[in-house]
């Protein structure tokens, strides 16, 4: 079993920057990846950024690479979403996910399928 809870989301203007941590309970924080999924009203939840679990590899989607950076911290069992030139359309309800299955540094996981843990996600509001 994971637990996962999200934080700090807010409401910031377009152009501004925020940072999102995940703190993580149960098992072996380092022993699974992790992502950064979001999803908007009215869409499906989108992938935004995975992590393995040595952090030695990452992953992002084109509308977010270059502007966001996910890491972790194995020592503190925190995921990080670093978020930076923010835009409109970058607002939605942000969750992080746990991938068990995955411990490999060579897979990154980014389907909503491939997670099997979830936060109850944080909203974060991007104003123009």
């Known amino acids: 079993q994971v637990q996962l809870v999200e934080s700090g989301g807010g409401l910031v203007q377009a152009g501004g920057s925020l940072r999102l941590s995940c703190a993580a309970s149960?098992?072996?924080?380092?022993?699974?990846?992790m992502g950064w999924f979001r999803q908007a009203p009215g869409k499906e939840r989108e992938f935004v950024a995975a992590?393995?679990?040595?952090?030695?590899?990452?992953y992002y989607p084109l509308s977010v690479k270059g502007r966001f950076t996910i890491s972790r911290d194995n020592a503190k069992n925190t995921m990080y979403l670093q978020m930076n030139s923010l835009r409109p359309e970058d607002t939605a309800v942000y969750y992080c996910?746990?991938?068990?299955?995955?411990?490999?540094?060579?897979?990154?996981?980014?389907?909503?399928?491939?997670?099997?843990?979830w936060g109850q996600g944080t909203q974060v509001t991007v104003s123009s």
């Open positions: 996910a746990a991938a068990t299955r995955y411990n490999s540094d060579f897979q990154l996981p980014v389907r909503v399928s491939q997670y099997d843990y």
């Open positions: 149960g098992r072996t924080f380092s022993s699974y990846a």
């Open positions: 992590i393995t679990w040595s952090a030695r590899s990452t």
